[in-house]
C-alpha cells in the first residue's frame, strides 16, 4: 500500500515536470529586411515572447558581414549586466534599446522589444544580423534580419569626343563617354537623343558599358556611345542617365549635362539671297548677293556670273556689285564645294538693274500767240511703268506725258517742268523742262492809274512792269517834279520793268509808256504836293513848359476849376464881410452903394495881378480878356 502510494507520487512529479516543460517556451519576431541609405541610422528590432518565469534571460545580438564571413558578437546581456564588444568596426557607433512591452494575464510570460541602432551606416555594415535569447529551461532562440545600405552615385559626368563625325563614315564612331561613381548597388546607364532612349543597333548605334567596384564595394560605371551621324545631329543633344536604386525599393535617376556633337556633311543644296537693297534695283544701286549654302564646315564658294569664264571677286560667299547699270543684268551662278567629300552643289539668281532714261521734251522752246492753243510733250524710256507730272513755279498744272495750254496768256509764259518717276521703284525719277514764250503787244502789270499824296521835299520811287514779247522798251514823261532820275530798268522773265525816284516840289503828272514792235501800253501817275505847314508864334508863358504842352482840353479844364476857386473866395470875403468880422476901417452898417464899392475893391485888387488863367485865356482866344469881367460874371452869379 506505501508502495503503490509512493510510486503515485512519483508518476505525478514526472507528469508534472512534463508539463511544465511544454507549457514553457521562447518566441522571436524579426524584419527579414532593413533598408537604409548610406550615412543614415539603420533600426534593427528584435520581439521575443518567454513563456514561464525563468530565472535568467541571456540576449545576445551577432553579425555576419561579407568581408568577416563569420558571425561576430555586438552585444551581451545576462539581465545583471550587458556589454558592448568593442573588437567590431561597430564602436562607437551602435546602442541596444530594451523595453517590456507586455505581461501575460496569468503573469507566466512577458514580451520584450530588443531595438539594434547603428549611427552613420557604411557600405560594411551591411550584412545580416542575429538576435538570440536563451531563456534556460523555457529553452532559447533566434531570429535574423538582413541590412541592406544604398548609397547613390556621385554627380554623372559626360564628356564628348573631339574627333569629327562626318557623315560620309561607313561606320559608327565614338561621340560621347558618361560616367557614374561610386554606388550601390551598381547602376544602369540609359542614352538619349532629343529625349528618345538610344538602343544598340549594329549599323547605327553601338552601347559598351564597363564596370569597376573599388575595394570599398562601391560601383563606378562607364559607358561609351558609338553613333553613325547623320546630317540632322547637328542640331541634337545628347545625355545620359543613371539610374539607381533607393530604400523602399524604389529607383531615382541622374540625368547628365546636354552636349552638341559637330557634324561634318557636305552640301546639299545652296541658295543665292539678294541682301540689299529690298526688292528692285535700279542704276546706281550697291547690289549685295549672299550664297547659303548647308554644308559644314562650310565649302568653298565661288560667284560667276552666266556667260563668262572668269570668277567674281567675293568675301566670305558675300558679292558685292557697286554702281550696277542695266549692263549688270543677268544671271549669277554660286559654286560650293567640300573638299573632304568633294561633293558639288550650284544656285543662281536672276538679277534685273531697272533703268529710266533722260527726259524727252517736244518742243524744247515755243513761242505762241496770245489766244492760240500749244501743245508740249514729255517722255523716257524705262524698264518699268512710268507717270508723268507737270508743273509751273512749283505748281502742278498737269499729269500725264502731253500737257495741253487752251487760250494762251502772258501768264502762261514761263518754264514749265515735267517730272517722270517710276512708281514701283522710290528714287528712280527724271526731269525735263520746256521755255514756252507768248508773243504780244505790251501789258503793263496793275494798268489802272495811280493817284497819290506826297509831302513836298519828299523823295517818291514809282514801278512800272510790262509783259510781252518782243521784250517791250518802258519810256517815262512828266510834268513837274525836281531831280527826276531812272535808277533801275531791266528785262524779266516775261518783260520789262523800270523804276524812277524824285524829289516831290509840286504836284507831278507821269506816264509809264511800254512798246514793242506789236504794240504800246502806257499807265499814269498823278502826284498832289502836299505843301509845309508854319506854325504862329505864342506868348511864352512864365509857367513850366510842360503846362504848355498840355491838351486844349486840359487847359481849358484848368481854367474852370481856377474860376471856380475865385467864385468861392469871393462867397467867403463876401459871408465875412456881412458878418462883420472883416475890418474894413468903417463903423456901423453900410449901404448898397458901399457896398458894391467893396466889391469894387476886391475886383480891382484882383486885376491888379495877372494870374494864369487871363495869359492862358489870352494864348488860347488869340486875344486879351480882362479877368476882372470874368470875376463880375461869377459874382453876379453868386448873388
Not at 502510494?5 to 516543460?21: D, E, R, S, V
Not at 547605327?204 to 562607364?222: A, D, K, N, P, W
Not at 570668277?311 to 559654286?335: N, Q
Not at 539668281?349 to 515755243?366: C, E, F, N, R, S
Request: proline share 4%; glycine share 6%; hydrophobic share 35%.
Amino acid at each position: 500500500m506505501a508502495f503503490r502510494k509512493k510510486t503515485f507520487i512519483f508518476a505525478g512529479l514526472y507528469a508534472f515536470l512534463a508539463m511544465w516543460q511544454v507549457w514553457a517556451h521562447v518566441d522571436m519576431v524579426m524584419k527579414d529586411r532593413v533598408e537604409v541609405k548610406s550615412g543614415s541610422r539603420a533600426e534593427i528590432p528584435c520581439r521575443c515572447v518567454v513563456t514561464g518565469q525563468p530565472d535568467v534571460v541571456i540576449v545576445q545580438l551577432f553579425v555576419v558581414t561579407k568581408k568577416s564571413g563569420s558571425r561576430q558578437r555586438i552585444y551581451y546581456s545576462d539581465g545583471s549586466a550587458e556589454t558592448m564588444d568593442s573588437s567590431t568596426h561597430f564602436e562607437g557607433r551602435i546602442s541596444v534599446k530594451r523595453s517590456r512591452t507586455g505581461e501575460a494575464a496569468s503573469g507566466s510570460a512577458h514580451i520584450e522589444d530588443i531595438l539594434l541602432v547603428v549611427d552613420d551606416v557604411r557600405l560594411d555594415d551591411q550584412g545580416e544580423y542575429i538576435c538570440q535569447v536563451n531563456a534556460m529551461s523555457a529553452g532559447n532562440k533566434e531570429g535574423t534580419s538582413q541590412l541592406m545600405v544604398f548609397v547613390s552615385p556621385e554627380t554623372v559626368v559626360i564628356q564628348g569626343e573631339t574627333s569629327v563625325n562626318s557623315v560620309t563614315n561607313k561606320l559608327p564612331s565614338k561621340i560621347a563617354e558618361c560616367e557614374a561613381r561610386n554606388s550601390y548597388p551598381k547602376p544602369t546607364i540609359v542614352w538619349y537623343r532629343d529625349h528618345t532612349p538610344l538602343q544598340d543597333d549594329e549599323d547605327l548605334v553601338i552601347i559598351r558599358h564597363r564596370e569597376t567596384q573599388e575595394s570599398s564595394g562601391l560601383f563606378t560605371v562607364q559607358s561609351d556611345l558609338q553613333l553613325k551621324v547623320v546630317k540632322e545631329d547637328k542640331d541634337a543633344s545628347f545625355y545620359c542617365e543613371v539610374n539607381y536604386f533607393v530604400p523602399g525599393g524604389r529607383q531615382n535617376m541622374k540625368e547628365s549635362e546636354r552636349i552638341n556633337i559637330t557634324v561634318h556633311y557636305p552640301p546639299s543644296s545652296v541658295s543665292l539671297v539678294q541682301i540689299s537693297p529690298e526688292g528692285l534695283v535700279k542704276e546706281g544701286d550697291t547690289v549685295e548677293i549672299q550664297c547659303r549654302s548647308d554644308g559644314y564646315p562650310p565649302p568653298d564658294i565661288t560667284f560667276r556670273r552666266e556667260g563668262k569664264e572668269e570668277d567674281l571677286t567675293s568675301d566670305l560667299g558675300l558679292l558685292a556689285l557697286h554702281d550696277v547699270t542695266r549692263a549688270d543684268s543677268g544671271t549669277y551662278h554660286c559654286h560650293s564645294l567640300d573638299y573632304a567629300s568633294f561633293v558639288e552643289a550650284e544656285g543662281k539668281i536672276d538679277l534685273q538693274v531697272h533703268h529710266l532714261d533722260h527726259a524727252v521734251m517736244y518742243p524744247k522752246d515755243m513761242v505762241v500767240e496770245q489766244g492760240e492753243n500749244m501743245t508740249a510733250t514729255c517722255n523716257a524710256q524705262s524698264s518699268l511703268p512710268t507717270e508723268t507730272v507737270w508743273y509751273k513755279d512749283g505748281v502742278q498744272v498737269g499729269e500725264g506725258h502731253t500737257l495741253d495750254l487752251q487760250n494762251a496768256t502772258f501768264d502762261s509764259a514761263g518754264e514749265y517742268i515735267c517730272e517722270i518717276s517710276v512708281p514701283s521703284l522710290p528714287g528712280l525719277q527724271v526731269t525735263g523742262s520746256t521755255f514756252i514764250i507768248v508773243q504780244g503787244a505790251p501789258e503793263i502789270r496793275d494798268p489802272e492809274a495811280t493817284v497819290m499824296e506826297e509831302r513836298v521835299k519828299k523823295s517818291v520811287n514809282l514801278s512800272c512792269e510790262a509783259w510781252g514779247y518782243p521784250k517791250p522798251t518802258i519810256t517815262w514823261k512828266k510834268t513837274g517834279g525836281q531831280n527826276w532820275q531812272e535808277v533801275s530798268n531791266k528785262e524779266t522773265p516775261n518783260g520789262a520793268q523800270s523804276v524812277v525816284t524824285f524829289t516831290v516840289t509840286s504836284d507831278l503828272t507821269a506816264a509809264c509808256n511800254a512798246t514793242n514792235d506789236i504794240g504800246t501800253d502806257t499807265k499814269l501817275f498823278n502826284i498832289r504836293a502836299i505843301p509845309l505847314t508854319t506854325s504862329k508864334a505864342v506868348t511864352k508863358s512864365p509857367y513850366p513848359e510842360k503846362v504848355k504842352k498840355e491838351g486844349s482840353g486840359v487847359i481849358i479844364a484848368v481854367i474852370i476849376i481856377c474860376i471856380l476857386l475865385l467864385a468861392i473866395l469871393g462867397s467867403v470875403l463876401y459871408f465875412l464881410y456881412k458878418k462883420g468880422k472883416l475890418p474894413c476901417g468903417r463903423s456901423g452898417k453900410q449901404n448898397i452903394s458901399s457896398e458894391k464899392s467893396s466889391k469894387d475893391d476886391i475886383i480891382m485888387e484882383m486885376k491888379s495881378e495877372k494870374s494864369e488863367e487871363a495869359v492862358l485865356l489870352q494864348g488860347v482866344n488869340g486875344e486879351k480878356k480882362a479877368l476882372n469881367d470874368q470875376g463880375e460874371q461869377y459874382m453876379d452869379v453868386q448873388k
